[in-house]
């Protein structure tokens, strides 16, 4: 029974990948027959015929590279388990300390830094050829490479004492370490929405208040009538990296602020940044940003709790081909075969998601100009090269936000 258990778990940890990489395949494979030689007529009025097809050059280059990337990688994940690789590695910890939470960072930074040192090369490529093919790329060589060292810093600052705890708490408490674990990495999700503005965001880009004049005064003049109470209003060097543009909200309570790159504020006028505003508004009036933050950390536990029932299994780490079960392995595993509940809670989780996009939107019919949402939204996906005509299929596994057209419908 041990042997046929062990061979089931092997077999699952080979297939469940390569499944994943086989439908996203199909479902670009979908996404690719949407598109025409000529202009769509739904798109006549929204698009030019020439970003029609710069934008479908841009998504080909794009899906290209996803390939190359996703197959890559896929290739690294396979090796690693059918040679032993995350054995090895686990190895190698073992040789360097004997506490147990020490093998476990180790083991992951090795992962974690060759991980990074893989994808490295698609992210330059991604950077440096198709976002400046396109002219969306501002970013020098070296605020790249600043980027990835900051990012690696904030790694070792919050991610390896975060997981020293999680592993701690698992090596002292057993098998309810999965109630600690959630509450701490709670606590950890509640603080980073409140500060990550503050905290994290100034790290890499610059945010300086929106100065005083007619773009302000109409913010918190529909701020007062919606009875949103807002204080902190930002504009963020976007255009450090690239030429798109967004706007955004952070935090919630008194720690709320919107942000606006400043690409947006060169490309559309003061009643299409105000509807864009409106719409974020919406969003925490409607309560979605509590909604989806309890969401996350209720599943957060259940993924936790799940976890705990198998983690002490030591078929886990023998599907790696290791001997000693361990519960870096054993996450390895656990993270592979929660992969098609994973895809399941990410359905649904985009399906709501894009009914609360609609929702905010409704909320800016009803209180601002749909007119200057949808004439916000076209230029977005334009300036963008954003796909307006995604397949339905691909829209439902992938799209947190419905297509251009869906919306625009709706605020007609």
Known sequence: MGAEMYNTIFFLIIIFPLAGFLLERYLVYLNGRMW????????????????????????????????????????????????????????????????????????FGIIGFGSEIINIPFSC???????????????????????????????????????????????KTGSMFWLYAWGLITAFSIFMNLFYSELIVPLFNKQTPLEEGALRNKIEEYAIRTGFKLRNIYIIDGSKRSTKSNAYFSGFGP????????????????????????????????????????????????????????????????????????????????????????????????????KNEFAADRFVKETYDPDMLASALKKLSVKNLSNMLPHPVYVFFHYSHPPLLQRLDKLD
Not at 64 to 75: D, G, K, Q, T, V
Not at 293 to 319: R, W
């Open 36 to 107: 025409s030689d000529t202009l769509p007529e739904k798109l006549k009025g929204i698009c030019l015929e020439e970003d029609y097809r710069k934008t479908q050059m841009y998504e080909k280059d794009n899906t290209r590279l996803s390939f190359w990337s996703s197959a890559f990688n896929l290739a690294v994940i396979l090796a690693m388990i059918i040679a032993g690789g995350f054995s090895f590695v686990d190895g190698i910890a073992r040789s360097l300390s004997a506490n147990l939470i020490v093998i476990a960072l180790i083991f």
């Open 255 to 354: 720690r709320k602020r919107i942000v606006l790159y400043d690409t947006l504020l060169t490309e559309f006028t003061e009643d299409e940044i105000v509807a864009v505003l409106a719409h974020e508004i919406g969003h925490y009036k409607k309560k979605h940003v509590l909604r989806t933050l309890a969401s996350s950390v209720l599943l957060t536990g259940f993924m936790l709790f799940l976890f705990s029932l198998v983690v002490d299994n030591p078929k886990l780490s023998q599907a790696l081909g290791a001997e000693n079960p361990s519960f870096h392995l054993g996450l390895i595993v656990f993270g592979i075969l929660y992969s098609p509940l994973s895809l399941l809670i990410g359905l649904i989780s985009n399906f709501i998601s894009r």
């Open 125 to 171: 490529y991604d950077t440096f050829v198709i976002e400046k093919r396109y002219g969306f790329n501002t970013m020098t060589v070296r605020t790249f490479i600043t980027d990835n060292i900051k990012s690696w810093f904030l790694v070792i600052l919050i991610g390896l004492p975060v997981l020293s705890l999680i592993t701690w708490i698992y090596y």
